[in-house]
């Protein structure tokens, strides 16, 4: 199982982002995906989840109706889109499977 994740970066408050995960090595169009984020200091948590066919996605109270998980089966990559952040979105993001495997992550900072 390989994840990559990718579109971190530092944006100002209230600005946008779309972070991407590359997915191989296993039955992704089966398979649910999630993304979840860790601050420094603290747990990790989940932030999204979709379920195989991009038909049903769930998000964290905190995030929900800023941000969008989508996927592309055809591409083996989950997204996830973020609006409207705030500095306490700041974290490492990674996206996981329901197995518990995850990537490496990539960093999202938002700061003014």
């Known amino acids: 199982v390989q994840l990559v994740e990718s579109g971190g970066g530092l944006v100002q408050p209230g600005g946008s982002l779309r972070l991407s995960c590359a997915a191989s090595?296993?039955?992704?169009?089966?398979?649910?995906m999630n993304w979840a984020r860790q601050a420094l200091g603290k747990g990790l948590g989940r932030v999204s989840t979709?379920?195989?066919?991009?038909?049903?996605?769930t998000d964290a109270g905190s995030v929900k109706g800023r941000f969008t998980i989508s996927r592309d089966n055809a591409k083996n990559t989950v997204y996830l889109r973020m609006n409207s952040l705030k500095p306490e979105d700041t974290a490492v993001y990674y996206c996981?499977?329901?197995?518990?495997?995850r990537g490496p992550g990539t960093q999202v900072t938002v700061s003014s």
């Open positions: 090595g296993f039955s992704f169009s089966t398979s649910y």
């Open positions: 979709i379920n195989s066919d991009g038909r049903i996605t």
């Open positions: 996981r499977t329901d197995s518990g495997y």
